[in-house]
Nanobody, 126 residues
Framework: VQLVESGGGSGKTGGSMRPACVTP????????MAWFPQAPGKAREGVAI???????DYAEAVKGRFTSSQDSAKNTLYLRMNSLKHEDTSMYYC?????????????????????WGQGTQVTVSS
């Protein structure tokens, strides 16, 4: 299973970006998919999760600013990032889990996920 992120780059504070994650040859049979930013020296912490049937949840730090969505016909997951902040600067990884994650905390944990992309860098500056 291959996950391929794109759409990162440089953005400005207060602006928007929309990384994408393509999953060629992989259906949304995974129960959960998620976005994990990782800054240098820090652990991956989930910020946006989306269920196979479409329910979503977010970490408190990004609620109201980030929105995850999916285009099943294109096998693509998106992360709309609005009102960008300096602290959003990270490598953003998408991940998929085939496990029925029962709680939000489990869904936001990197170890709950089986498949990972290579990441796309998001850098936010003034």
């Amino acid at each position: 299973v291959q996950l391929v992120e794109s759409g990162g780059g440089s953005g400005k504070t207060g602006g928007s970006m929309r990384p994408a994650c393509v999953t060629p040859g992989y259906t949304y049979g995974a129960d959960w998919m998620a976005w994990f930013p990782q800054a240098p020296g820090k652990a991956r912490e989930g910020v946006a999760i989306i269920e196979r049937v479409g329910s979503r949840d977010y970490a408190e730090a990004v609620k109201g600013r980030f929105t995850s969505s999916q285009d099943s016909a294109k096998n693509t997951l998106y992360l709309r990032m609005n009102s960008l902040k300096h602290e959003d600067t990270s490598m953003y990884y998408c991940a998929a889990s085939s496990s029925p994650l029962e709680t939000t905390s489990a869904r936001l944990m990197a170890r709950s996920y089986d498949y990972w992309g290579q990441g796309t860098q998001v850098t936010v500056s003034s």
